[in-house]
Nanobody, 115 residues
Framework: QVRLVESGGGLVQAGGSLRLSCVASGSTFSVSAMGWYRQAPGKQRELVAD???????YYADSVKGRFTISRDNAKNTAYLQMNSLKPEDTAVYYC?????????WGQGTQVTVSS
């Protein structure tokens, strides 16, 4: 069982920045793919960005050039650096870990961007 704990959310003005962190328990972080998802009120959860165990990244078109996903295997932590935030980025952001058939989710952290 892997426990994921997100932090770093909050209220920020449009154009501002936040960095989200996701700390994973256990010893399998380095061989797990990590992803950040978000869910806005009344909308489906969507993939924002992910990073493989080898460091290959993917970004949703809506965040390309503004968000950066990274990982520090020594700290069992994945990050999402969010710059140039927009009101439409407002959502609960979730961290996801995938290794083989094992999928784990964090509890989420709220990001609110005011206009």
């Amino acid at each position: 069982q892997v426990r994921l704990v997100e932090s770093g959310g909050g209220l920020v003005q449009a154009g501002g920045s936040l960095r989200l962190s996701c700390v994973a328990s256990g010893s399998t972080f380095s061989v797990s793919a990590m992803g950040w998802y978000r869910q806005a009120p009344g909308k489906q959860r969507e993939l924002v960005a992910d990073i493989t165990s080898g460091g290959t990244t993917y970004y949703a078109d809506s965040v390309k050039g503004r968000f950066t996903i990274s990982r520090d295997n020594a700290k069992n932590t994945a990050y999402l650096q969010m710059n140039s935030l927009k009101p439409e980025d407002t959502a609960v952001y979730y961290c996801k870990s995938v290794r083989s058939t094992f999928v784990y989710w964090g509890q989420g952290t709220q990001v609110t961007v005011s206009s």
